[in-house]
């Protein structure tokens, strides 16, 4: 397994400001991505944090929203732009295992007020 | 449009008895079907796979059966202990390579009662 410290784990925001959340882990791993979990729903791709380029990210997510910045193979941020309150979720980075398993953090819990 | 859909938002079981937990998906394309498991304030861990080659895989208390002509898939936990209270989630992919390419259902919180 790894070792993965999200920061913060949890927050509470003002409409209209940004969050910066960070994602550590204690081994070099090629694959990392950033999910959402929104109250009541499924974990959702926001977008997969590439090393040294700009992030991927999947239908519905744009890099205005998320920035993702990933300077290396153990670290990278998501930002949460311009908040409103249905950006209030949890925010999962995760990382792929060399035996193949999707192995995530512990989460950062976002509440916009 | 929901790909991986968990009818049951919640779950109630006694501790002991047999807790079945199920999954439906719409994707033919999927082939590789996962469980995790998640506790509050701390992520989902892998629990169990199971591939479109088999109908059945059991890992200690938990099996998973896959009914690929029904697109069905059921999570079986005996016998069911407090420490399972958790919420479930039913994921599939294309392939074993999955990558980004997992599929998650909304969960199911399950709550054994002792």
């Known amino acids: 397994s790894a070792v993965i410290s999200q920061k913060p784990s949890r927050d509470i925001c003002q409409r209209g400001t940004s969050l910066t959340i960070q994602c550590q882990v204690d081994s070099q791993v090629t694959m990392m991505f950033w999910y959402r979990q929104q109250p009541g729903q499924s974990l959702t791709l926001i977008a997969t944090a590439n090393q040294g380029s700009e992030a991927t990210y999947e239908s519905g997510f744009v890099i205005d929203k998320f920035p993702i910045s990933r300077p290396n193979l153990t670290f990278s941020t998501l930002t949460v732009s311009n908040m409103s309150p249905e950006d209030s979720s949890i925010y999962l980075c995760s990382v792929l295992l060399n035996t193949g398993e999707l192995f995530f953090g512990e989460g950062s819990r976002l509440t916009v007020l | 449009d929901q790909q991986v859909k968990q009818n049951s938002p919640s779950l109630s079981v006694q501790e002991g008895r047999i807790s079945i937990l199920n999954c439906d998906y719409t994707?033919?394309?999927?082939?590789?079907f996962l469980w995790y498991k998640k506790y509050p304030a701390e992520g989902p861990t892998f629990l169990i796979s199971?591939?479109?080659?088999?109908d059945k895989n059991e890992d200690g208390r938990f099996t998973v059966f896959l009914n690929k002509s029904a697109k069905h898939l059921s999570l079986h936990i005996v016998p069911s202990q407090p420490g399972d209270s958790a919420v479930y989630f039913c994921?599939?992919?294309?392939?074993?390579?999955?990558?980004?390419?997992?599929?998650f259902g909304a969960g199911t919180i399950l709550r054994v009662k002792s």
């Open positions: 994921a599939a992919s294309p392939s074993m390579e999955y990558g980004n390419k997992l599929v």
């Open positions: 994707n033919s394309m999927f082939d590789y």
């Open positions: 199971i591939s479109s080659i088999k």
